[in-house]
């Protein structure tokens, strides 16, 4: 199939940022899907979450373009590509730990965004009913009057992935979603991707090789700030200058 310019979600082209002379992205190019899972590794000090700080605003490109569905986003402000439709998580959950997992979800449902929003908010059946669907989803729907604190680590997890999902991304962008996780809510977080992708695109960054095998439709291997390889996950093993710089280790 071959796709046009205009069928990416993502665009990334020659992207470059330097810290006080050290160059930490390296002219690096890429492309996202729509509905793809796209999955970056690569050893410790490769670029990986630099490359989330980028996409979401955090930090600002040296130089190089991010598109997302056509938008220049290295122009905006990190509120403004929220509101574009990308949602980032970062790698340690942040939840409102006194709150139940209803009212974390219910928080970060759309109208309650704004100052105007969360004034005018009520807690009507639509709320109420995207905020159970969206705990059934991240396998939380028996826990709803729980104290987000009294959650185990994965299931902070997932309910953070859910603040996010409620807020309806159409890119959604999880740094490493299963550290710290049991092997079990591994699996389940994989089964959760799998299914979220629907009208959305996935980007993570992972260390955890099995996890990535489970979910990524396309690996990209960062090494010193640059694409390394590319493909599948089938290809990037076997890719010789992976194994040598990465998987070997």
């Not at 050290?22 to 490769?46: C, K, Q, W």
């Not at 992708?197 to 690996?219: N, P, Y």
Request: aromatic share 6%; with cysteine.
């Amino acid at each position: 199939m071959s796709i046009k310019a205009n069928d990416f979600v993502l665009e990334v082209e020659g992207l470059t940022v330097s810290f006080d002379g050290f160059t930490a992205v390296n002219d690096l190019s890429f492309y996202v899907n729509e509905g793809e899972i796209r999955v970056i590794i690569g050893p410790n000090g490769a670029g990986k979450t630099t490359v989330l700080d980028l996409i979401c605003g955090r930090t600002q490109a040296t130089k190089g373009s991010i598109k997302f569905r056509g938008k220049e986003l290295t122009r905006m402000k990190e509120h403004e590509i929220v509101h574009t439709g990308v949602g980032r998580k970062f790698q340690n959950p942040s939840i409102y730990e006194d709150l139940t997992v209803f009212e974390n979800l219910e928080i970060s449902y759309p109208r309650g965004r704004s100052v105007f929003g969360a004034l005018a908010f009520k807690r009507d059946k639509e709320v109420i009913r995207e905020v159970e669907a969206t705990a059934e989803t991240i396998f939380l729907k028996n826990d709803l009057d729980k104290q987000a604190g009294l959650l185990s680590h994965g299931q902070k997890q997932w309910l953070e992935i859910g603040m996010l999902l409620i807020q309806k991304p159409d890119l959604l962008m999880l740094d490493e979603p299963v550290a710290g996780m049991s092997v079990a809510e591994r699996k389940k977080t994989a089964d959760l991707l799998n299914r979220i992708t629907e009208g959305r695109s996935v980007l993570v960054v992972e260390h955890d090789m099995q996890f990535v095998e489970d979910i990524a439709h396309r690996v990209t291997v960062m090494h010193q700030g640059k694409v390394l390889s590319e493909g599948s996950m089938t290809r990037v093993k076997n890719d010789p200058k992976v194994i040598e710089v990465y998987l070997g280790h």
